[in-house]
T-cell receptor, first 114, second 114 residues
Framework: AQKVTQAQTEISVVEKEDVTLDCVYETRDTTYYLFWYKQPPSGELVFLIRRNSFDEQNEISGRYSWNFQKSTSSFNFTITASQVVDSAVYFCALKHNAGNMLTFGGGTRLMVKP | DGGITQSPKYLFRKEGQNVTLSCEQNLNHDAMYWYRQDPGQGLRLIYYSQIVNDFQKGDIAEGYSVSREKKESFPLTVTSAQKNPTAFYLC?????????????FGPGTRLTVL
C-alpha cells in the first residue's frame, strides 16, 4: 500500500522568511513518481514539479527548491524569501509506475503574512 | 486555450436528490479522474477512466456513478445513496504515456447538501 504523510498541517511565516514543507512517503515499488501541487484559495490544483524514483538530483526553480532523498523516503519543498502570493495549500503526491492514480498527502496550509 | 472546465462552481442539493457534476476537457487527454476533497484533508479518488466507455472505481466510489461516452466529458453523479456528499469535487485529466505525466485539474465544484 502507498501512503504520503505531510506532518505539518499548517505553517505561518512572515514575508521573506524561508520555509520548508515536509513530505514523507511509503511504497514497495522500486519505480515511482513524486509530485508537488499548489492549491490557491481559488481551489484549482496547480502542478509544480515531478520526480522519478531514479533521479535524486535536487532541483531549483526560482525561489522554489526540492530535496529528494530515497534513504529517508522524503521529498521536501523549500520556498526561499516567501511572498504573500505563496499562501496556499501544498500537496505532495505519489504515483506508482503501474498506473495513473495519485495518492495524496493531507496537505500543508502555508500562510505568509506581510 | 486548452484546459478543464467544471460546472457549476457551486451546487446545492436537497437530501434525497441526485445531482450531476460536469467535467469537460479540450486537452485531448485519454485519462480522466474525479476526486473528493473534504475540509483540511487531501484528495481522495472516486472514479477514473483511462479510455472512452471504460471506467474503474477509486477508493471511495460508493454513492457515486460516472459515464464516459465521449473523450472530452466525464460527468459525475452524486446519488442519494451518498450519505455525506458535502465536499469540494475536483476533476482531472492526464495525457497517455504512463505514470510520468502529471494530472491537470479543473477549478472544482463545491457541493452543499441542505
Amino acid at each position: 500500500a502507498q501512503k504520503v504523510t505531510q506532518a505539518q498541517t499548517e505553517i505561518s511565516v512572515v514575508e521573506k522568511e524561508d520555509v520548508t514543507l515536509d513530505c514523507v512517503y511509503e511504497t514497495r515499488d522500486t519505480t515511482y513518481y513524486l509530485f508537488w501541487y499548489k492549491q490557491p484559495p481559488s481551489g484549482e490544483l496547480v502542478f509544480l514539479i515531478r520526480r522519478n524514483s531514479f533521479d535524486e538530483q535536487n532541483e531549483i526553480s526560482g525561489r522554489y527548491s526540492w530535496n529528494f532523498q530515497k534513504s529517508t523516503s522524503s521529498f521536501n519543498f523549500t520556498i526561499t524569501a516567501s511572498q504573500v502570493v505563496d499562501s496556499a495549500v501544498y500537496f505532495c503526491a505519489l504515483k506508482h509506475n503501474a498506473g495513473n492514480m495519485l495518492t495524496f498527502g493531507g496537505g500543508t496550509r502555508l500562510m505568509v503574512k506581510p | 486555450d486548452g484546459g478543464i472546465t467544471q460546472s457549476p462552481k457551486y451546487l446545492f442539493r436537497k437530501e434525497g436528490q441526485n445531482v450531476t457534476l460536469s467535467c469537460e476537457q479540450n486537452l485531448n487527454h485519454d485519462a480522466m479522474y474525479w476526486y473528493r476533497q473534504d475540509p483540511g484533508q487531501g484528495l481522495r479518488l472516486i472514479y477514473y477512466s483511462q479510455i472512452v466507455n471504460d471506467f474503474q472505481k477509486g477508493d471511495i466510489a460508493e454513492g457515486y456513478s460516472v459515464s464516459r461516452e465521449k473523450k472530452e466529458s466525464f460527468p459525475l453523479t452524486v446519488t442519494s445513496a451518498q450519505k455525506n456528499p458535502t465536499a469540494f469535487y475536483l476533476c482531472a485529466s492526464s495525457a497517455p504515456g504512463g505514470a510520468w505525466n502529471e494530472q491537470f485539474f479543473g477549478p472544482g465544484t463545491r457541493l452543499t447538501v441542505l
